[in-house]
């Protein structure tokens, strides 16, 4: 229900009502895989030093498609724009978005905000990496915006499944670098969570466990501005308090 009150087929955020009414009429007519990730997206992280083989840098997850490059399923929260990250937001019926942090393939110490400046060497491997993980992210959106699932996936039985599944007209593809204007279609889609407490970040995004306050502040501080609800904060304001559970990448 959070999802489908901030999402496209209700949200005041996307669309006109004519678009919507069309939005809806897909829907119905979707296989059950498009139509989940229509109403709650996924994200899947690129992470392309990683072996294949050797498992998944992401608590409780791991390489869903079973090839390379790497791509690890992550909840949709903002979370996921570190500026180190390169992600996927896969949304069905709606498209599926690439982002490019600023900082991809700089080593922490030479991060964009410091003063320290990089080799020769280190800015050209910094670009090669940065190249890699725009066609990694650019070469995942198109494959899914056209409907094209590969890899194991978990099912919501728990089973394993491999999905094929196209979709017409295709839906939307795109790729943006942190802080362009087109990167405000990735933002929009992902749900905030840079203003949860510490715990409740931890139970829903894994890869911040560990993470200093003063880590956390610096993200919230550099997040868009927004009016919108965080899960947790929506569950309270109905008068419950939603359980602090780990996530799963049960899909």
């Known amino acids: 229900m959070y999802h489908l ?44 030093e990683r072996d294949v083989r050797s498992g998944s840098p992401f608590p409780g ?35 599926a978005f690439g982002w490019v942090g600023r900082d991809v393939g700089v080593e922490p110490g030479e991060a964009s905000g410091d003063a320290t400046t990089t080799t ?19 070469s995942l959106a198109t494959r899914l915006a056209r409907g094209s699932r590969s890899g194991s996936r978990s099912d919501i039985n728990g089973g394993t499944s491999t999905a094929n599944t196209s979709v017409f007209p295709a839906p939307p593809s795109l790729v943006a670098a942190e802080g362009s204007s087109a990167a405000r279609r990735v933002v929009c889609r992902l749900a905030p969570a840079h203003r949860d407490a510490p715990h409740e970040q931890d139970a829903r995004f894994p890869p911040v466990r560990g993470t200093s306050l003063e880590a956390r502040r610096a993200f919230a501080a550099r997040a868009p501005p927004t009016e919108e609800l965080t899960f947790f904060q929506w569950m309270r304001g109905l008068g419950v308090d939603a359980p602090v559970t780990p996530w799963a990448p049960w899909r």
């Open 5 to 48: 009150r901030r999402g496209p087929m209700l949200g005041v955020g996307f669309g006109h009502d004519d678009e919507k009414t069309t939005a809806r009429l897909a829907f119905l007519f979707a296989s059950h895989d498009v139509a989940y990730r229509s109403l709650a997206p996924v994200v899947y992280a690129w992470n392309g």
């Open 61 to 95: 997850t791991e390489n869903v498609f079973g090839e390379e490059p790497f791509f690890a399923k992550l909840p949709a929260l903002d979370l996921a724009l570190a500026p180190h990250s390169a992600i996927v937001v896969d949304h069905g019926l709606f498209g």
């Open 120 to 138: 020769t060497s280190s800015g050209a491997n910094a670009n090669a990496t940065r190249e890699a993980a725009v066609e990694a992210v650019t």
